[in-house]
């Protein structure tokens, strides 16, 4: 009776034994079973062009001009774009005929020199009357085979070309600039002694233009 009751009671042991084995068993395979899994997802987005151009001064005042004796001024025109390959800057004048009317008698005006054509170079050294216009430096790009040697505006190796009747590039810069860029522009004027006395003026209209 005693071996039947030892025996019963090592059972029970056995079995809860077992039980306690088989929950702790269980208990990792359900921490075992966690699963995961990834997934990217490409951003993407396109930046338009933006340009954006300024003058130092929208008033050029060339002063009061004895014929024979040349007057010069100039203008910083500042472009700022993030077009991946740059922009050309360009310019007319704005009346038909030429740039500066007499301001009493539009019929009255200042010779322009030759227009500036950017297909056909033909900006040439100072020599005789007329009005005339260089580009003597830039932070973006000079074209020195255009527009001569010079550095500054009164400099002797500048090559000047009169302003077009329409829009005529005058400096074209073909890469992305993080900052601003600046062109100056110098304008020189002389006058035959049989012009007639009194005010001048006349418009020039600058357009800054991305590259494609």
């Known amino acids: 009776m005693n071996n039947t009751k030892n025996e019963t009671q090592l059972r029970m042991v056995f079995s809860v034994s077992l039980m306690a084995v088989v929950a702790s068993v269980a208990l990792l395979v359900r921490h075992a079973s966690a699963a995961s899994d990834t997934e990217q997802v490409t951003l993407q987005v396109t930046v338009d062009e ?4 300024s003058v130092d001064s929208t008033t ?5 001009l004895t014929p024979g004796t040349p007057v010069t001024a100039s203008t910083a025109a500042t472009v700022s774009t993030n077009a991946n390959n740059g922009y050309h800057l360009d310019v007319k004048r704005d009346d038909s005929d030429t740039t500066m009317d007499h301001t009493s008698d ?15 170079p033909n900006a040439a050294t100072w020599s005789g009357t007329g009005l005339g ?19 500054a505006c009164d400099d002797s190796n ?14 074209n810069h073909s890469s ?16 035959p002694t049989t012009q007639r006395s009194g005010n001048y003026d006349g418009t020039i209209t600058y357009q800054a233009v991305t590259n494609p």
Not at 176 to 191: A, E, F, H, M, R
């Open 176 to 191: 992305y600039s993080p900052s601003s860029t600046t062109t100056s522009i110098c304008y020189k004027l002389d006058v």
């Open 50 to 53: 933006a340009i954006t151009l």
């Open 60 to 64: 050029v005042n060339l002063g009061t």
């Open 158 to 171: 500048n090559l000047y070309a009169g302003f077009p009747s329409s829009y005529e590039t005058i400096m």
């Open 106 to 120: 539009a019929t009255i005006n200042i010779t322009d020199k030759t227009a500036w054509d950017s297909s056909n």
């Open 133 to 151: 216009f260089s580009v003597y430096a830039s932070t973006a790009t000079k074209n020195t085979t255009w527009w001569g040697t010079g550095s």
